[in-house]
């Protein structure tokens, strides 16, 4: 188990392009399931970075800023918020204002980018993450195409979480994947719990 800082300079970034845009944006991978079908990505967009068109694809995803703004399809999303992507909904007007960096969590295939609305099924919102309290609050219930659910929670238990979970220390910008039954690494401060479902 280890803990990645979402905020470092040293990490080894991998150039991928979006299809859509002329600008590349990097990626860093942190975990990938292929039994469930998700993987998540640290994902830095340059500043100014947009793709102008609109297109739909297979995939769902849940972006969590950890600095900068992103926007697509009317929506606009900062530091205390999640996108919510669920598959083949019509990506439009996407830019990134600054240098933005975001934690991705796909669910479903890469690629399969189509343009046009012809395949639209799906929708774009922004979900506030909250404050922590002392009870686990849910900031996006489970949904057709997206796996697990994401829980907001002021801590974690010391001996264990009852299902595997990705991590976000919100404060302290740091991610982690700590399997069902494995002792949470100790950071402080109010976590995001990417909660997934038994296989």
């Known amino acids: 188990m280890s803990i990645v800082d979402l905020a470092s300079t040293q990490h080894e970034w991998l150039e991928a392009t979006v299809a859509g845009a002329e600008t590349s944006v990097r990626m860093y991978p942190l975990h990938v399931d292929l039994q469930r079908g998700t993987r998540t990505v640290l994902v830095e967009y340059p500043a100014g970075w947009s793709r102008p068109g609109?297109?739909?694809?297979?995939?769902g995803e849940e972006l969590v800023p950890v600095s900068g703004a992103f926007?697509?399809?009317?929506?606009?999303?900062?530091?205390?918020q999640v996108m919510v992507t669920t598959p083949r909904a019509l990506r439009s007007a996407t830019s990134a204002e600054d240098v933005t960096r975001a934690v991705v969590f796909y669910t479903g295939p890469g690629g399969g980018?189509?343009?046009?609305?012809?395949?639209?099924s799906g929708s774009?919102?922004?979900?506030?993450?909250?404050?922590?309290g002392e009870e686990a609050r849910v900031v996006r219930e489970a949904v057709d195409g997206l796996v697990g659910h994401l829980?907001?929670?002021?801590?974690?238990?010391e001996d264990g979480l009852e299902d595997d979970a990705e991590i976000i220390w919100l404060d302290?910008?740091?991610?982690?994947?700590?399997?069902?039954?494995g002792i949470p690494?100790?950071?402080?401060?109010?976590?995001?719990?990417?909660?997934?479902?038994?296989?």
């Open 54 to 59: 609109a297109g739909t694809q297979p995939a």
């Open 71 to 80: 926007a697509m399809s009317s929506e606009r999303v900062v530091p205390g």
């Open 113 to 120: 980018w189509e343009d046009g609305d012809a395949q639209t």
């Open 124 to 132: 774009v919102s922004v979900v506030e993450i909250g404050a922590a």
């Open 151 to 157: 829980e907001l929670r002021s801590g974690l238990p």
């Open 172 to 181: 302290a910008q740091r991610y982690a994947f700590v399997p069902r039954g």
């Open 185 to 199: 690494p100790e950071v402080e401060g109010p976590v995001l719990l990417r909660i997934l479902p038994r296989s």
